[in-house]
């Protein structure tokens, strides 16, 4: 276990709509999700959304690099599998790899702020618009990797449900 894994705090929300700006503060709207639907207007696709990731680590950990990866798993626990771009392409595994480096926070010249005392972090807003090709009723996971470790506080749940059932006449 590395340094960085083994003192790390991760979270991770699903939201509707999710943004981060050039200062890193996120906008989160429709934050908590644990049901995706099915895009009405390209069927076989979840509706939009979007997955926040933030690990946080001491700041005895400045400009310490390690390798996250943040992988999508279905209800069994193994990768999860997406189906092919286009004809004759080969599906490929939902997994985004990353290494970073956790710098100290940088504040506006004339800033008085002590050095050393706020935690360090990295974020990811990533969108999936229009969606994921994911299957109703199914049960997903996204997990995250630090050095080749992960924890399962380090995980979010989900589910894809369809569309609700019309009224029945007759």
Known sequence: MSNVSENAAVRLI???Y???DAAGKLDIIGGGLTGLGQNRGTPGLTLPFALVVLIVVPPQFYNEQCSVEILLEDSAGSLAVLPAPAPGM???PMRIGQAITFEEQRFPAGVNAPRGFL??????????????????????KWRVRIDDETR??????FVVFGPAP???LG
């Open 152 to 157: 399962d506080e380090w995980t979010e749940r």
């Open 119 to 140: 935690p360090l972090r990295a974020q990811w807003v990533v969108a999936f618009n229009p969606g994921l090709p994911l299957l109703v009723g199914q049960g997903y």
């Open 166 to 168: 019309g009224p029945v």
């Open 14 to 16: 699903l939201a509707d």
């Open 18 to 20: 999710a943004a981060a």
């Open 90 to 92: 080969t599906p490929q």
